[in-house]
C-alpha cells in the first residue's frame, strides 16, 4: 500500500510541475496583460506614434470611401493615396486617446464583460484641421496619384477648361488642368467634412471570426478558464499529494520540497529563455494574432507585448522566487529533522540505568525476624 502512494505522488508531481509553472505565469498575464493601465505606458511612448498615424489614416480613407460610395468623384477613389494626404492630419494625442478607447473595448471584449460593439470617434478636431487646411490636404493628395499618361483625353467647357471634379480620373494632370483639378477638389473636400457629423460611429474593429459565438471565441474561453484555474487544481494536487506521503513527515517535506525547487528552477530557465528570444517570439505572437501584411498595425502589436512582458516576467520571476524559498526550507527542513533523528538513535544514553544487584526482588520482613534482628543488635 505504502508503494502505491508513493508511486500515485510521482505521478501527481509530474503533472505539478507543468502546473505551478503555469499558475506563476497566472496572476501577472491575468492582472497585468488583461489590465488596459499596463498598456498606458506605451501608449504614451514615441515609437508608437507613427505606426498608430498610418493605421488611423488608413481608417479614415476606408470610412472615406464607404461613406461616400458612389457620390465620391473617381479622382478621389484611390484609397493609398487618401491614407497618404490622411497621415499629417491626426495628431498624436488625439491618436493615443482613441488608442485606449479601442483598445480598453477590445480588453472588456477578452475579459468576458461586454460584446462588440460600435465605438463613436470624436473627429471633430480632425474635420476643423482638413477643412482649415483643404488646399494643403488637396495637393498632398493629388501628389500622391500617378501621372496622367500623355493619351489621356480630358473634356473641355465652352470657356476652355472643365472644372467638372467627376471628369477627372486617379490621376494627376499636369500644366492648367491642375490647377483647375487643384481648385475644384479643395472646394469638395471643403464641402464633404464641414457636412461630417462631430462623431463616427466605428464596427467591424473585432473580426467577426473571433466574436462570440464562434468555435475560435468557444477554444479561447476554454483556454482562458483553464489558465484561470491552473493555481487552484495545483493547490489541490499539492493537498492530495501531501496525503498521499502523511505516514511519513520527513518524506513528506523532502519530496514538496524537491518539487517546489524542480518547478522555480525550470521557471527561472524559461523566463531567461523568454528574454533572450524576445524579439523572436514577440514577432511570432504577434504575427499569429494580426494580419502579416499591416505592417503598421503588427508594429504596434509588437510594440504593446514588448511593453507588458517586463512586468509580467517580472511577477512571474518574484512568484518563482518564493516558491524557491519556500521548496528550499521544505528541503532543509527535512533534511535537518533526519539528522536529528539519527544523532538521537547513535549518541543518547539510557536515564537512570539499574545496576544488575539491584534487579533482585525484596521481600518485606515479618515481626518476628524483625524482633530477632533487635535482640541480636543488643547483645
Known amino acids: 500500500m505504502r508503494y502505491i502512494k508513493r508511486i500515485s505522488a510521482l505521478a501527481i508531481s509530474f503533472l505539478l510541475i507543468p502546473l505551478i509553472i503555469l499558475s506563476c505565469f497566472s496572476f501577472p498575464i491575468e492582472f497585468i496583460a488583461f489590465d488596459n493601465n499596463s498598456y498606458q505606458a506605451a501608449l504614451r511612448s514615441t515609437e ?56 480598453s473595448e477590445i480588453l472588456d471584449f477578452l475579459n468576458f464583460k461586454s460584446q462588440p460593439q460600435k465605438i463613436s470617434l470624436d473627429i471633430r478636431q480632425i474635420k476643423n484641421n482638413i477643412t482649415e487646411q483643404a488646399v494643403e490636404f488637396s495637393n498632398s493628395y493629388l501628389k500622391t496619384l500617378p501621372a496622367c ?62 466574436t462570440s459565438g464562434t468555435s475560435v471565441f468557444a477554444n479561447y474561453s476554454l483556454a482562458r478558464w ?36 524542480i518547478s522555480s528552477s525550470i521557471l527561472v530557465l524559461l523566463l531567461i529563455a523568454l528574454l533572450v528570444g524576445q524579439k523572436a517570439w514577440i514577432s511570432f505572437v504577434s504575427e499569429n494574432l494580426v494580419d502579416g501584411e499591416n505592417v503598421p498595425l503588427l508594429n504596434v502589436v509588437k510594440l504593446l507585448i514588448a511593453g507588458v512582458f517586463p512586468q509580467i516576467a517580472s511577477w512571474s520571476g518574484a512568484f518563482g522566487i518564493v516558491i524557491w524559498l519556500i521548496g528550499l526550507i521544505l528541503f532543509l527542513a527535512a533534511k535537518y529533522t533526519r539528522k536529528q533523528t539519527n544523532d538521537d538513535r ?14 533482585k526482588t525484596i521481600q518485606p520482613e515479618t515481626l ?9 543488635n543488643n547483645r
Not at 230 to 238: K, M, R, S
Open 226 to 261: 483553464a489558465f484561470r484555474l491552473a493555481p487552484v487544481v495545483a493547490i489541490l494536487l499539492l493537498i492530495v499529494n501531501a496525503w498521499l506521503l502523511r505516514d511519513d513527515r520527513r518524506l513528506q517535506w523532502h519530496w514538496n520540497g524537491l518539487l517546489f525547487l
Open 368 to 376: 518476628e525476624e524483625v524482633v530477632q534482628k533487635e535482640r541480636k
Open 48 to 103: 508608437i506614434e507613427e505606426p498608430l498615424r498610418i493605421i488611423f489614416a488608413d481608417i479614415a480613407a476606408n470610412q472615406m470611401m464607404l461613406i461616400g460610395g458612389k457620390g465620391l468623384p473617381p479622382v478621389l477613389k484611390s484609397q493609398p493615396a487618401l491614407t497618404a494626404a490622411f497621415m499629417d492630419y491626426f495628431p498624436d494625442q488625439w491618436t493615443r486617446s482613441m488608442t485606449s478607447i479601442l483598445f
Open 346 to 359: 547513535q549518541k543518547a544514553p539510557e536515564k537512570n540505568p539499574t545496576p544488575p544487584h539491584q534487579n
Open 149 to 210: 499618361a500623355a493619351d489621356v483625353e480630358f473634356p473641355n467647357s465652352k470657356n476652355g477648361i472643365d472644372s467638372d471634379i467627376y471628369q477627372y480620373t486617379q490621376c494627376a494632370p499636369a500644366g492648367d488642368r491642375s490647377s483647375v483639378l487643384l481648385g475644384s477638389l479643395t472646394l469638395f473636400i471643403n464641402d464633404y467634412f464641414a457636412g461630417l457629423p462631430d462623431e463616427l460611429e466605428l464596427s467591424g474593429f473585432i473580426p467577426e471570426t473571433i
